[in-house]
């Protein structure tokens, strides 16, 4: 019974992976054709920015290796440097700061480079490169909508994918990912904004007690939720009393 559970195991094995490895290599291969890659890539780490009308802007790095996304190696970016609405200038920043860092650390750079955006994405990415003396470095950006790849140094003969191609469906599933992860890192950031504007507003509630507060309880309906007794764990007395005043004056729970 063993060696028959085994063997059938074995088999199914077998077929599987016989169907999907050659499957898997194909559209990597493809994708390394479509972008001039001299190897099919292993990994890709793809960067998208987020904010509304340039408020609370924030960008995100996702890496796709080995056949799937790997979401230990995500990172998280807020712009500093950039006061305003400008998308090209944030995403030099958060590229620049990325490959910097791996520059300090001695590690290896991805395969590919994706950004989320079309010609003046892919370029502010590049500037940022270059400012670190980094060449030769594989960079394209997907253009939403028109789903348009750029190469860099290829940005006159922009690349058209078959729209059921698998290579773009993959590049797809990378910069939508990109695009999720810096989309919920941009609500959950406006949200501690917002709350934390609210509790300043509150009579003897600082920056810094709003900051306590949220750090300890995180989302606005846990404060609205507890009793002043639960809230003087964190601010004094007074504090916590003025605190579910306010919540309980407020339009909603009225």
């Known amino acids: 019974m063993l060696e028959l559970v085994a063997r059938n195991a074995r088999h199914s094995f077998e077929r599987r992976f016989r169907v999907l490895k050659p499957q898997a290599r194909q559209v990597l291969e493809s994708l390394a054709e479509a972008l001039d890659l001299s190897r099919p890539p292993h990994r890709i ?11 609370d802007i924030v960008a995100s790095m996702v890496v796709w290796e080995g056949g799937g996304m790997k979401k230990s190696d995500y990172r998280k970016f807020i712009v500093k440097t950039v006061p305003r609405n400008d998308d090209f200038a944030s995403m030099r920043e958060v590229v620049g700061r990325r490959y910097k860092r791996l520059q300090e650390e001695q590690k ?22 270059e400012r670190l003396g980094i060449i030769n470095q594989p960079v ?3 253009a939403k909508r028109e789903e348009i790849l750029y190469l860099l140094g290829r940005e006159d003969d922009p690349i058209v994918l078959d729209h059921h191609s698998p290579a773009l469906h993959l590049i797809q599933q990378i910069r939508d990912e990109a695009h999720r992860f810096a989309v919920t890192f941009h609500r959950v950031r406006r949200g ?4 934390a504007s609210e509790l300043v507003s509150i009579p003897g509630i600082g920056d810094k007690t709003a900051s306590k507060l949220l750090a300890h309880f995180g989302s606005v309906s846990a404060l609205e939720s507890l009793s002043a007794e639960e809230l003087g764990q964190v601010v004094s007395v007074t504090q916590a009393q003025r605190i579910v005043e306010h919540f309980s004056q407020s339009p909603k729970n009225r």
């Open 45 to 55: 780490e793809a960067f998208d920015v987020s904010h509304i009308q340039g408020a």
């Open 108 to 129: 290896a750079l991805p395969d590919l480079i994706l950004i989320d955006g079309g010609i003046g994405q892919l370029h502010a990415a590049a500037e940022a490169l």
């Open 140 to 142: 394209a950006s997907i």
């Open 192 to 195: 501690k904004r917002e709350l």
